[in-house]
């Protein structure tokens, strides 16, 4: 019997559509290889139902922890999350299903030999603006750190809890996303990651409007400048 502890961290925020078939999802594919394992969704201040929901999947599963929280975004609502976590090991995945947990399995095996197990979109449904922008992302990641990462901020990743607390000192405060952070800290530090193609589906919703790319453009910039505070951090100050 696998006695290696785990904790899906699952942020969430509107997703009063999509939240139940997520939780569920992680019921079929992650608690039926560990029945120890645990899940915290972090509602992120949601204005529909998506907290009530999530109320009563808690309610039938004890292995399932809800924390409700002030709307702080994304990133903020994934800290929340891991600075919960007991377990030895935490999943880091979305509650928009665009990824299906159906790799856990064999991905979870390969724990034993690494530090880290990082999915890779391998072929990536999203808005244009989302691929420009992190195609950009990527060109500075490489520029600032040398490191080709594909996927840097894919929400499909498993990893030792000791690797979050040696890195979340490093890591800008009120970054909309950790995740990356982690990714290059993992790859820079020379730990041992393997990487695996995972599926990716479009998400069903409206195309994204002026506001929203203007929102993902501001984020994108605010993400340029926490790099450059990382790599001071990590490394040593740009001359």
Known sequence: MDTR??????????????????????????????????????????????????????????????????????????????????????????????????????????????????????QRHDPQIRLVLTRFIRFVIYLLFGLRIRDVNVPFKILHMDTWKQARHLIPPGTCAPSMFLSIFMHYTGMEIIEKEVPHKMRQSPPLGVKRQWSLFKLT???????????KKLIKPIV
Do not use: C
Not at 41 to 68: C, F, K, Q, W, Y
Not at 79 to 89: K, P
Not at 221 to 231: A, C, D, I, N, P
């Open 5 to 122: 502890t785990l904790t899906v961290v699952m942020p969430a925020y509107n997703e009063e559509a999509l939240i139940e078939g997520a939780v569920r999802e992680v019921q079929n594919q992650v608690f039926k290889v560990l029945p120890q394992a645990r899940l915290v969704v972090v509602d992120d201040g949601s204005r529909d139902n998506t907290g009530p929901i999530l109320d009563g999947l808690a309610e039938e599963d004890d292995r399932i922890t809800i924390i409700h929280q002030e709307n702080g975004g994304h990133g903020m609502a994934l800290i929340t999350g891991l600075e919960s976590v007991q377990s030895d090991f935490v999943f880091l995945i979305d509650s928009d299903q665009q990824i299906p947990l159906t790799p856990f399995p064999l991905l979870w095996q390969e724990m034993e030999d690494h530090d880290g197990v990082f999915g890779i979109r391998a």
């Open 221 to 231: 910039v605010s993400g340029f400048l926490q790099l450059l505070s990382f790599r």
